[in-house]
């Protein structure tokens, strides 16, 4: 039988750092240099006040689940040997969201308001997925 592959990213010119960043184990998100926010997911410009200032900063990796679903039916293949499984929205400690699954945890423990640390799954030699697992 054929081995199951993960669906994976397909970086842009835009979202490279944060690959590279999350492929040496670094959580790096865009920080505004004009109104000092933070911003997920990466584009070319800020999405509070619109400045191509915007640099890539290393993040605590640390925050709280928004919102959060168990899935239990898979949309793939390869997600099917993970049943059941977290997605969850992540408030990082910095002010913004990200999506991300909740690992190596129970799915019956993650709530809102959990407190959570990131964690890097190597999903191939190019991509590693920044994840979030709970923690006291």
Not at 71 to 85: D, G, H, Q
Not at 108 to 131: H, M
């Amino acid at each position: 039988m054929a081995e199951v592959l993960r669906p994976l990213p397909l970086p842009t010119d835009i979202t490279a750092p944060y690959w590279q960043a999350a492929k040496e184990g670094v959580l790096s998100i865009q920080h505004c240099q004009e109104c000092q926010r933070w911003q997920f997911f990466p584009r070319a410009f800020c999405a509070h006040c619109s400045s191509e200032n915007l640099v890539w900063q290393k993040t605590s990796g640390l925050g709280k689940v928004y919102t959060f679903t168990i899935n239990r039916r898979a949309p793939n293949a390869f997600m099917k040997t993970r049943l059941p499984y977290a997605v969850a929205i992540i408030e990082l400690d910095e002010g913004t969201r990200m999506m991300a699954n909740i690992v190596n945890s129970d799915v019956e423990a993650v709530a809102i308001g959990a407190r959570v640390k990131v964690c890097f799954e190597r999903a191939s030699d190019e991509i590693t997925l920044p994840q979030f697992e709970l923690f006291n």
